[in-house]
């Protein structure tokens, strides 16, 4: 073991360290490779995990896997960060009650290297294996490397000494082959001000950016109750959720104004940038829906014969054909009648019609050809339901022999003002 005393002469420059709480907060601040490192590692893991739900039968859409992504990476930064602000308290206690080695300490500084001495233990750090300086208002920063990081306060020492040490290890770095090393010399990092009702304030404005998402989806939900529009198109109105889009966009624009003023906000402008994606992400939905499934209204009347019912002359038609789905050959037409009275006229008509009925006048045997995409939000399950087979053009009732054959189940829903024709193949055994 090296004697301090021998260090203790011939010196260039020395300097005290202490490693208060404080100094403790901002080396976690200034370097959360730990933090950064867990999020990049959770990221990707669910990324992966989305990916692989892919191969699956009743896989998502893309749209949906990227909104679930993003959602699950935002939350998990939320807790990360959470978990980061108590764990440094814990931390620095167990740092402080291990050894008062690790926060007090005195730094001597020689023409080639520098010596860390505590009471028992010295540690010779040569300055061309310094990864990295870095300087704020108050300190600068050594990093040896990502678990060995030493603080020099400015306040316990005068300029020249700074300027001694900055000048030393940049000169003997920058004459290192490596290109590994960086400085943050010409690029001060400020210290951040701290001004607590700004703070909460911001505080308050992050929380409110990240709960954007589920507030312009639960606007969504009530726009879609409130109007009576089919779940299945829910995404035509996506852009509903564009209305909560000032949160976002304020905790961006302040979080630049008080960051230029050192006040501690990044989250702010992180967290504004990504729920501002994502909601125009979701918003995007209503156009691509509209452009991708919207269908000449004139098309439905090659339902007519089947519906047994006229069909109104006003109206919206959508037509889906699934890629993936537990049906074979699987598209949904989606028909809203947007005159109420011609919808009303419609219903009464199939109330009436032999072909027509309520579920629960179905035969049970038959719900093997009513798919689950059926949904009747009708109260007291007022929805009237239709099934054909194109083969035997028999109505509600099952194949007399074995083979596939292909079905047209159809459901009228009052409320909704929309009538559902699922088209598939169904592989019969009797």
């Not at 035997?392 to 047209?408: A, E, F, Q, R, V």
Request: charged fraction near 20%; charge should be positive.
């Amino acid at each position: 073991m090296f004697e301090v005393e021998k260090y203790q002469k011939n010196y260039n420059k020395k300097i005290e360290i202490k490693i208060t709480f404080e100094e403790y907060k901002k080396i976690r601040e200034y370097f959360p490779y730990y933090f950064q490192k867990l999020l990049i590692v959770i990221s990707a893991i669910i990324i992966v995990l989305s990916l692989a739900t892919l191969v699956s039968p009743d896989r998502l859409s893309i749209g949906a896997l990227i909104l679930m992504d993003v959602s699950f990476i935002i939350s998990t930064f939320m807790i990360l960060k959470i978990i980061d602000i108590f764990l440094r308290k814990h931390s620095y206690k167990k740092l402080t009650t291990k050894s008062l080695d690790n926060i007090n300490y005195t730094l001597y500084f020689y023409d080639d290297y520098f010596i860390k001495a505590t009471e028992s233990i010295i540690q010779k750090i040569k300055y061309s294996s310094i990864w990295k300086i870095k300087e704020t208002n108050s300190n600068i920063y050594l990093l040896i490397d990502k678990n060995n990081i030493i603080p020099i306060q400015k306040t316990n020492s005068n300029n020249e000494t700074i300027e001694y040490i900055k000048n030393t290890i940049i000169t003997k770095n920058t004459n290192k082959k490596s290109k590994k090393f960086r400085s943050t010399k010409n690029n001060l990092v400020k210290d951040n001000i701290h001004n607590p009702k700004i703070e909460n304030f911001l505080t308050l404005l992050f929380v409110f950016s990240i709960a954007s998402i589920w507030i312009g989806l639960y606007l969504l939900a009530i726009i879609i109750e409130f109007f009576h529009i089919p779940l299945p198109l829910a995404f035509k109105y996506g852009w509903i959720v564009l209305i909560v889009l000032p949160i976002p966009i304020l905790s961006i624009v302040l979080g630049i104004i008080y960051k230029r003023k050192n006040i501690k906000c990044t989250k702010n402008i992180v967290a504004g940038c990504i729920v501002s994606i994502v909601l125009f992400f979701i918003s995007a939905f209503s156009l691509l829906f509209n452009f991708y499934f919207k269908t000449d209204y004139d098309n439905v009347h090659s339902y007519q014969k089947i519906i047994n019912v006229n069909i109104p002359n006003k109206g919206i038609f959508y037509k889906i054909k699934w890629d993936s789905s537990y049906l074979l050959e699987h598209t949904s037409n989606y028909i809203r009648f947007t005159n109420k009275q011609d919808a009303k006229d419609f219903y009464n008509n199939i109330k009436n019609n032999e072909i027509w009925s309520l579920k629960n006048n179905i035969s049970s045997n038959l719900n093997i050809l009513i798919p689950t995409s059926l949904l009747c939000q009708a109260e007291d399950d007022q929805c009237y339901y239709s099934i054909y087979i194109d083969e035997t053009t028999d109505y509600n009732s099952l194949p007399t022999n074995d083979g596939k054959y292909h079905i047209k189940t159809m459901m009228y829903d009052p409320i909704t003002r929309t009538l559902t024709i699922e088209e598939f193949l169904y592989e019969y055994q009797n």
